[in-house]
């Protein structure tokens, strides 16, 4: 008869090789001890190696040093997520990639280059700020111009900027040093007329005076933890040489400023063929910064977003490609959360031109496509959990009802 096999508890520990009776204490595993004093040194070990600046993490979403990716490899990333504005994306590449090299080298001798960008609503601004931001793997904040009020009146500070920048950066303050801001609506805070008046303009042109310090480098005191809430907070010191600010606006309506620029009106010898060569349908492309000066940006404040580059309206094709192409496609978006629950989505060709020539009526751009795909598939959305089916389709036909419902609400919204 054969005798059982007995299993024997480690009592040796298997770093240090000291027996239980050397040691204060002897954790066994399976088939394997660590004794107290190698756990203790593991473990300092271990809390040392998290907390060092090259495992930093930033709300979850960043670990490990920021990389720097030549001008050529930024726009190839942006391509799988922004369809079209080509001269966009190249002049954001070569300025993201002189601004950290410049960091990465630490020459003085380089000014750094902030970024201005024009163009419509939904055309990609804030999608392009975010793009590059993940890519390079350092801390991001977007902020809203609209909020911002000189410093006493009632709205947010500028510094307050900096605040979502910390937050972002878990309150590392060297690593939000070299962090990306993006101020979206910088239009709305242009000077709103250029007469005298009794009373301040305390959410124009004293923003952009208050912006200048912190667009061009120098320490600010900021509040951790918002404005004037927390008094009794204390201010941390940061130097915003190092953060890249990139600005956009709409702008609506500067194309009556390009285009008095321009002199569009064919008067006089030669004028025919200079008039001919201008785009009138897409004036936005020949901005410069006097008519952003003419729009009601102060001088100052221009020369601190020396890079000026402008996105293009969102044509047919390009709003067909938004909706299949990018890498988070809106298609691919909602076949995967149909996909959760077992279906299948089928979406014809028919259907996705429905939906662009629907945004392009409303003139809603690129976020007015998921609108309408949400106010089409809602309620298959809501039946889809409980749903037995396996495939669904969505027809022409069931597209147009859905969007007429929607058309409809609008209307009514509108005529209120």
């Keep these: 008869m054969a005798k059982k096999s007995s299993t024997k508890e480690p009592d040796h520990c298997c770093f240090c090789g000291r027996s239980a009776d050397e040691v204060e204490l002897m954790i066994a595993g399976d088939n394997a001890a660590i004794c107290s004093d190698c756990a203790r040194i593991a473990y300092e070990s271990a809390k040392e190696a998290l907390s060092s600046d090259d495992n930093i993490k930033t709300n979850g979403k960043i670990k490990g040093k920021s990389k720097l990716f030549k001008p050529a490899e930024i726009k190839a990333f942006l391509d799988e997520y922004v369809i079209g504005q080509e001269d966009a994306k190249r002049f954001l590449s070569v300025a993201v990639y002189n601004h950290y090299k410049r960091i990465n080298l630490k020459d003085d001798l380089v000014e750094k280059s902030n970024i201005l960008l024009v163009g419509p609503t939904g ?17 991001f904040a977007i902020v809203d111009a609209t909020v911002l009020t000189e410093a006493g009146y009632v709205g947010e500070d500028v510094e307050s900027i900096l605040t979502r920048l910390l937050q972002d950066a878990d309150y590392n303050v060297e690593m939000a040093e070299k962090g990306i801001v993006f101020i979206d609506e910088i239009d709305k805070i242009a000077r709103k007329s250029d007469n005298p008046s009794i009373t301040r303009d305390v959410s124009g042109e004293g923003v952009q ?11 600010v005191n900021v509040p951790p933890q918002g404005g004037r809430k927390h008094p009794e907070q204390k201010m941390i010191a940061v130097n915003t040489e190092n953060i890249l600010f990139i600005c956009g606006g709409a702008f609506e309506g500067i194309e009556r400023n390009i285009a008095q620029r321009l002199n569009t009106q064919v008067i006089g010898f030669g004028a025919r063929e200079k ?105 298959d959305m809501f039946d889809a959990p409980t749903s037995s089916e396996k495939t669904l389709v969505i027809t022409l036909e069931k597209a147009k009802q859905k969007v007429a419902r929607f058309a409809g609400k609008m209307m009514g919204a509108g005529s209120q």
């Design 209 to 219: 005076q208050a912006l200048l310090k912190i667009l061009e480098g120098s320490i």
């Design 275 to 379: 008039h001919e060569s201008i785009d009138t349908d897409n004036l936005i492309q020949y901005i410069a910064p006097q008519d952003l000066r003419s729009y009601g940006l102060i001088p100052e404040i221009i020369g601190r977003l020396p890079v000026l580059t402008h996105l293009d309206p969102l044509d047919r094709p390009t709003l067909l490609a938004i909706l299949t192409r990018p890498k988070n496609a809106l298609v691919k978006q909602y076949k995967e959360i149909f996909s959760l629950d077992g279906i299948e989505l089928s979406i014809p060709d028919e259907v996705l031109e429905y939906i662009v020539d629907t945004a392009i009526e409303y003139k809603l751009g690129a976020r007015g496509l998921r609108t309408i795909c949400e106010a089409i598939m809602m309620d």
């Design 123 to 139: 055309t990609g601004k804030t999608l392009l700020a975010r793009t590059i931001a993940r890519m390079l793997n350092v801390p």
